[in-house]
């Protein structure tokens, strides 16, 4: 089965983990191939300004496929060198295609995400919860450890002492104490998790889609960067802004006292 299903509408982009069956596994030959292709066709279409990631069925994500693990077969079978290849081949990929996405992604998680799969949603710029959710980074448990740059995404989210209870116990966390820690910014209702990120999208996609995408890199370049570095890049990035029509259409909805409408101009 293929792994995302991919719907656009009103410049939101919905990408749906689509395993249900099996809690929406990770890893299966071609899923880094189908990561970029959609995350490199949503960068390329300045109509979409906003992503949600979400899973179907009772999971977001149970991350890595245990039944693969198993019988070492696919991304977890070979020698060292072949099974370290899969890994940088195929679910660094998937990584790597979330993390490149230029407009500002919403994780909406329905379920248990744990393992690979919270570290897909803490890719996300935005985390909201179903009640039914559940985090856990559950690698050492079956004597392995994050092979996909957890230990370097968890900690920016919920801090360094928090993350190593996660990543040093195996621990599961609800979605209310994931809330309390910060890992995602808001619990829902189940039924009502794909509206309230639609609404939140929406939100999102009414801005100018070029200051939308300026200002996600300006956050990520600020992680790694000083803050002279971010003023002169910021200048940059502004002046840009200042050219722009929507710039002045902001201006003038905000003297008119009306909703601005953006172009993409």
């Not at 072949?82 to 230029?102: F, M, P, Q, T, V």
Request: contains cysteine; aromatic residues 4%.
């Amino acid at each position: 089965m293929s792994l995302l299903q991919i719907v656009k509408a009103d410049h939101i982009a919905t990408l749906t983990l689509n395993r249900p069956d099996s809690m929406n596994p990770l890893g299966a030959a071609g899923d880094g191939d189908a990561f970029a292709a959609a995350c490199d066709a949503i960068n390329a279409d300045m109509d979409v300004r906003c992503v949600i990631l979400t899973g179907a069925g009772r999971a977001f994500s149970a991350g890595g496929d245990i039944k693969a693990m198993k019988e070492k077969t696919g991304n977890f079978g070979g020698t060292a060198p072949e099974i370290a290849d899969g890994y940088r081949n195929n679910i660094h990929k998937i990584l790597r295609a979330l993390y490149s996405l230029r407009v500002p992604l919403i994780a909406a998680v329905n379920g248990p995400a744990i393992g690979l799969g919270c570290d897909l949603a803490c890719l996300a710029d935005m985390r909201i919860a179903s009640e039914k959710a559940k985090f856990g980074v559950t690698f050492l448990k079956l004597g392995i450890i994050p092979g996909d740059g957890g230990t370097w995404i968890l900690p920016r989210i919920i801090g360094e002492a928090r993350a190593a209870e996660l990543f040093y116990t195996g621990d599961v966390i609800d979605a209310g104490t994931a809330l309390d820690w910060g890992l995602i910014s808001r619990v829902v209702d189940h039924d009502a998790l794909l509206d309230e990120a639609r609404a939140l999208a929406a939100k999102v996609a009414a801005m100018p889609p070029h200051a939308l995408r300026q200002a996600k890199n300006l956050m990520r370049q600020g992680r790694s960067t000083t803050y002279d570095a971010a003023l002169e890049m910021a200048a940059n990035a502004q002046a840009l802004m200042h050219s722009t029509r929507d710039h002045m259409e902001g201006v003038d909805a905000l003297m008119e006292k009306r909703p601005p409408k953006f172009t993409g101009d």
